[in-house]
């Protein structure tokens, strides 16, 4: 087990909601980067956050955003959200620059409806 | 634009048999080349990783061959046992600390057969 920490770990939204995921990283560890992992395919890269702010985005609408906060836990927002973003949120910390030292947490399972 | 191709999709092994899963890039900037294995309800875990400046990497039962010629590498599991038996994600990076995300292949079940 890391010590990547995720909450809740299942939540039902539905269509139009907003949502709010939360994310503790390992201990040393300074970097947060967020994954979704829709059913059946590979986690795909939402953003990474590093001293409080975004320092890396993937192929996401401006509706995902996040925040990172002085302990390095870290939060995904989704507003108006849509059936497709029904997934698996993974949050994974890291070290700055050491991409290496990347673990996962178990994730939080979202349900929109 | 998938920048991983995995392949096969799904995988069924006999319990002592060898397992190998290819990847494929096309991204020549991608330095990092990590192996997750993930069970059901789990997030993803590393397995094994291999940078391009060496052409294989062997940790226990788990070897990456690598072909920068070719843009192409693979995991094997020697003596696949029951408890291999998960989805196995190849991915890449490029350098920059990971800010540019891990760019993941879309998977492979296997099974393990007893």
């Known amino acids: 087990e890391t010590g990547v920490t995720q909450s809740p770990t299942h939540l039902i939204k539905t269509r139009g909601q907003q949502v709010t995921l939360r994310c503790s990283s390992q201990?040393?560890?300074?970097?947060v980067s967020w994954y979704q992992q829709a059913l059946g395919q590979g986690p795909q890269f939402i953003f990474q956050?590093?001293?409080?702010?975004?320092?890396g985005r993937g192929n996401f609408p401006p509706r995902f955003s996040g925040l990172q906060f002085p302990n390095y836990s870290s939060e995904l927002n989704v507003n108006a959200l849509e059936l497709d973003d029904s997934a698996l949120y993974l949050c994974a910390s890291s070290a700055q620059g050491a991409v290496e030292t990347q673990y996962f947490g178990p994730g939080t399972r979202l349900l929109v409806l | 634009q998938q920048q991983v191709k995995q392949s096969p999709q799904s995988l069924i092994v006999q319990k002592g048999g060898i397992s190998i899963i290819n990847c494929a890039y096309e991204?020549?900037?991608?330095?990092?080349f990590p192996w997750y294995q993930q069970f059901p309800g789990k997030g993803p875990a590393l397995l094994i990783a291999i940078r391009p400046d060496v052409s294989e990497k062997k940790e226990g039962r788990f070897t990456i061959s690598f072909n920068k010629s070719a843009k192409q590498f693979s995991l094997h599991i020697m003596d696949s046992q029951p408890g291999d038996s998960a989805t196995y994600f190849c991915?890449?990076?490029?350098?920059?600390?990971?800010?540019?995300?891990?760019?993941f292949g879309k998977g492979t079940h296997l099974i393990i057969q007893p």
């Open positions: 201990s040393g560890h300074n970097t």
């Open positions: 991915a890449a990076v490029g350098s920059g600390g990971g800010a540019d995300g891990l760019t």
């Open positions: 991204n020549t900037a991608f330095d990092y």
């Open positions: 956050y590093y001293r409080e702010e975004e320092n």
